[in-house]
């Protein structure tokens, strides 16, 4: 069945309540920000959680800060994944950005401060899903280099849209 939710930071999204919804969208306001929209299909099948996607989208900006302060912090706090992840854009991305090689490998020298890697990170995704108690939840997906590799780091927010566990994806 088509349906339809309007977002007013994005406009009006068409989708289907059996495939869900995967989109790349962008921001109307100044920031004009662009990211790849998934809603699964045990989101759009169900009108309660449905009804929850907007109000996120439209919290986007808080949200995404919400999320690059958390990675920040499992930056300064030296989380393993997260480093191995900048690690591997370092070591296996030759054509990377000079900038950006200089900020990760200063900061893997211990002669960085964590920010600027954190403000390095593009959101990439944003991806909403029925949660395990049947609630909705939603991640955000981070990626240092898009245009070369698809792995991202992947930031899992609960129902309060609370930032919590991180994972390396591709």
């Known amino acids: 069945m088509k349906t339809a939710i309007t977002p007013?930071?994005?406009?009006t999204l068409e989708l289907d309540t059996?495939?869900?919804?995967?989109g790349r969208?962008?921001?109307d306001d100044s920031s004009r920000q662009s990211f790849q929209l998934n809603i699964f299909e045990d989101v759009t099948s169900d009108p309660?959680?449905?009804a929850g996607v907007a109000p996120v989208v439209d919290d986007f900006h808080t949200v995404s800060d919400r999320a690059r302060s958390a990675l920040g912090k499992l930056l300064a706090a030296q989380d393993e994944s997260v480093l191995e992840f900048v690690r591997f854009h370092l070591e296996e991305i030759d054509d990377l950005d000079e900038r950006l090689r200089e900020t990760l490998d200063t900061f893997l020298s211990g002669d960085g401060l964590p920010g600027p890697v954190a403000e390095s990170f593009l959101i990439d995704g944003l991806?909403?899903?029925?949660g395990s108690e049947g609630d909705l939840e939603f991640w955000i997906d981070f990626a240092l280099a898009p245009e070369y590799s698809d792995e991202v780091l992947c930031l899992?927010?609960?129902?309060?849209r609370t930032p919590g566990t991180i994972s390396w994806e591709s």
């Open 8 to 11: 007013l930071l994005v406009g």
């Open 18 to 22: 059996d495939k869900g919804f995967s």
């Open 25 to 27: 969208v962008t921001t």
């Open 48 to 50: 309660g959680l449905l």
């Open 127 to 130: 991806v909403f899903h029925k």
């Open 156 to 160: 899992r927010f609960d129902s309060s």
